[in-house]
């Protein structure tokens, strides 16, 4: 029988996707979609920044790594193994803040 979570364990799985999309705006735009629409997306984002372009030109390898980061991101926010709650977390960003709680079931 599963064991049920505690106010305090479901805040905080529920609010980590939220603090990720705070830190990283990018996933807001990423999560949600069909995989290949996120990397599309993520690819024209990240093509479409001018700082990332003087990057092509100055070092081309660190650009290279900064778009599989960006097609990493977005298959991590398109996976099947990310539970629907933290997609719609990533789209939803918040700050951190902190639980105000006991941890206890109820």
Same mark, same amino acid.
């Given at each position: ?10 805040? #905080?799985?529920?609010? $980590?996707? #939220? ?25 024209? $984002? ?9 990057? $092509? ?10 778009? $599989? ?21 990533? #789209? ?15």
């Amino acid at each position: 029988m599963p064991q049920s979570k505690s106010k305090y364990q479901f805040y #905080q799985e529920a609010s $980590l996707s #939220q603090k990720l999309a705070d830190k990283i705006p990018i996933y807001q735009q990423l999560a949600g979609s069909d995989p290949a629409i996120s990397e599309s997306i993520g690819v024209l $984002l990240y093509i479409d920044n001018p700082e990332n372009m003087k990057v $092509l030109s100055e070092k081309p390898l660190q650009w290279i790594v900064g778009l $599989l980061n960006v097609i990493r991101q977005a298959r991590f926010a398109t996976s099947e193994k990310v539970n629907e709650i933290s997609k719609m977390g990533m #789209q939803m960003p918040k700050a951190e803040d902190e639980f105000v709680g006991t941890g206890d079931t109820e």
